[in-house]
């Protein structure tokens, strides 16, 4: 059975950091292209971060110097670390791999969990 579990949000001042993470079970992270994407309210979901199999990485431009993507192949989990946040950061963050999982011929999403950034 497939599940993404996101955890690690909250409300933070500007300038302050995060630090999420995404347990997955159904699938390896290490097997797999892993996303982090997070959708702001009234806004399209966005992918803001990727690590790939090989360990290269990919940054949206807004969050690069600020962000990391890392993963733990033992924990099966993956973490999205976040630095000198920004209010427009606020979104409700998500995980899923590269292609998104299924489940019944529909994109499986977990959770998410909420980033609040205060001004």
């Known amino acids: 059975q497939v599940q993404l579990a996101e955890s690690g949000g909250g409300l933070v001042q500007a300038g302050g950091s995060l630090r999420l993470s995404c347990a997955a079970s159904?699938?390896?992270?290490?097997?797999?292209?892993m996303d982090w994407y997070r959708q702001a309210p009234g806004k399209q979901r966005e992918v803001v971060a990727s690590?790939?199999?090989?360990?290269?990485?990919y940054y949206t431009n807004s969050v690069k110097g600020r962000f990391t993507i890392s993963r733990d192949n033992a924990k099966n989990t993956v973490y999205l670390q976040m630095h000198s946040l920004r209010p427009e950061d606020t979104a409700v963050y998500y995980c899923?791999?590269?292609?998104?999982?299924?489940?019944?011929?529909?994109?499986?999403w977990g959770q998410g969990t909420q980033v609040t950034v205060s001004s």
């Open positions: 899923n791999t590269n292609p998104p999982m299924q489940l019944s011929g529909k994109i499986y």
């Open positions: 159904g699938s390896r992270v290490s097997d797999n292209r």
């Open positions: 690590i790939t199999r090989g360990g290269s990485f």
